[in-house]
């Protein structure tokens, strides 16, 4: 795994820079709500290879990633016909409800029910352009984390959750990218570059990144190149959270922004 960029003064990121300064913890504050500790939420392969290994985790397809072993992430289409049988398949058939086009990977570890924007009709479940991350053994996938997306204003964003939050918890990662042909120029208000948001079933908010620091508030333009995707890297402390199930809610906090990821957490 890279080494972190120490926090000092922001340095002005390149393709896949991290980014982890900009922002001051505050001293000796202990406010109600706690945040989750900093890290790339990579996958790690383990154990004996008795296949080719993935050498860029980065995207891969289920075609590709059959006979792989090791830690990867592929992305495709989401579908399972209950709840217990999901596969990762290269594409979505047409028709309704869709049907899992091969080559396809089943899937353990993830509940189809919690993945942001899963559709289902008459037991089908279905979810399109997921990104899981996990181990590969034996044609199957082990998922330690799912990727949540949104997009907006030409720019998408993705935020890395883990199946589930422990205390404390690795950390928050978030990857803009610019999938365009055309610079775009955002602009933040503060040091602050994203803010991630965690509430209970009543809708009442029990975690806010940013309520541990306090930000530079010059105003700063940047320019995220064709292509482009930056790592954002949220450092943070102990949630002090409940166990159970919780909305999450993240934002990059820019203009324009690339829109709200959501999903639903479990903390243990």
Partial sequence: MPPAVSCGRRPRLSHEAFRVDGHVKAPLLVPAFFVVAIAVLAACGGGATNGPVNANPNLVTPAQATGLTGGTSVQGFLWADSPD?????????????????????????????????????????????????????????????????????????????????????????????????????????????AEVLIRDDSGETVYAWSSQFSFTQAERMETLQPGETRRILLEGVSHNLEPGRYELEATVVSTPGSGTMRGVVEVR
């Fill in 85 to 193: 049988a999901i596969r990762l398949c290269e594409a979505s058939l047409e028709s309704f409800p869709p049907q899992c086009g091969e080559p396809s990977i089943p899937v353990t570890g993830i509940d189809i029910t919690r993945v942001a924007g899963t559709d289902f009709f008459e037991n089908i479940f279905w979810a399109e352009g997921v990104r899981v991350i996990g181990t590969m053994a034996g044609g199957q996938l082990t998922a330690e984390e799912v990727s949540l997306a949104s997009s907006d204003n030409g720019m998408t964003a993705r935020i890395l959750v883990p199946l589930t939050v422990t205390d404390p918890n690795p950390g928050w990662t978030i990857l803009l990218s610019n999938p365009g042909d055309d610079p775009i120029d955002i602009s933040f208000s503060s040091g602050q570059d």
